[in-house]
């Protein structure tokens, strides 16, 4: 079983910076592709960037150049450092841990709260 634990969400102005962290319990952490979601009200949760157990990150078009996705195996913990932020990235953030393999569990954190004032 695991459990993911946001942290690291706040108010912030536009042009700021804040560091999300996405904390693990379990065994599976370090061979899991981790992801960070975000959904703003009236829109679907939208990918944001991803890294695999190996370290290769994605971002989305939208945080390519702003948005940064770490982990540390060790501390079993995924980072999402968001500089430049706009009120567009207002949205409620969460981590996702995928499934490892086929008919395995994939995983959800409660998500935190970003909100970027203009």
């Known amino acids: 079983q695991v459990q993911l634990v946001e942290s690291g969400g706040g108010l912030v102005q536009a042009g700021g910076s804040l560091r999300l962290s996405c904390a693990a319990s379990g065994t599976i952490f370090s061979i899991a592709t981790m992801d960070w979601y975000r959904q703003s009200p009236g829109k679907q949760r939208e990918l944001v960037a991803t890294i695999t157990s190996g370290g290769r990150a994605n971002y989305a078009d939208s945080v390519k150049g702003r948005f940064t996705i770490s982990r540390d195996n060790g501390k079993k913990t995924v980072y999402l450092q968001m500089n430049s932020l706009k009120p567009e990235d207002t949205a409620v953030y969460y981590c996702?841990?995928?499934?490892?393999?086929?008919?395995?569990?994939?995983?959800w954190g409660q998500g935190t709260q970003v909100t970027v004032s203009s």
């Open positions: 996702y841990l995928r499934k490892i393999v086929i008919g395995a569990n994939d995983y």
